[in-house]
Nanobody, 121 residues
Framework: QVQLVESGGGLVQAGGSLRLSCAASGSITSIYTMGWYRQAPGKQREMVATITRNGSTNYAYSVKGRFTISRQNAENTVYLQMNSLKPEDTAVYYC???????????????WGQGTQVTVSS
């Protein structure tokens, strides 16, 4: 069974920083693209940042220059460094990983349970 577990959320003032972590565990064969998504109350879930296995990154326009995604392949972990946080960054942040488990025929996307980030003005 595969699990993605996020940590690092919390309450921070506008302009502050937080670092989110997501560790994948279980019978993992390979992890491909990993990413962070967020969902604010009353809004749809949106992509924040993604990173491929070889380190290519993609960011939502709203976070470019403020957030940095990185990963440690050996530890099946992905990070999101969030700087210059704004109240509109308030949301539940979810980790997503596309991976192969148990040498299965196909790869699947797995989600973490989410971690709350609240930015006060």
């Amino acid at each position: 069974q595969v699990q993605l577990v996020e940590s690092g959320g919390g309450l921070v003032q506008a302009g502050g920083s937080l670092r989110l972590s997501c560790a994948a565990s279980g019978s993992i064969t390979s992890i491909y693209t990993m990413g962070w998504y967020r969902q604010a109350p009353g809004k749809q879930r949106e992509m924040v940042a993604t990173i491929t296995r070889n380190g290519s990154t993609n960011y939502a326009y709203s976070v470019k220059g403020r957030f940095t995604i990185s990963r440690q392949n050996a530890e099946n972990t992905v990070y999101l460094q969030m700087n210059s946080l704004k109240p509109e960054d308030t949301a539940v942040y979810y980790c997503r990983g596309v991976l192969n488990a148990n040498y299965a025929y196909a790869n699947y996307a797995y989600w973490g349970q989410g971690t709350q980030v609240t930015v006060s003005s």
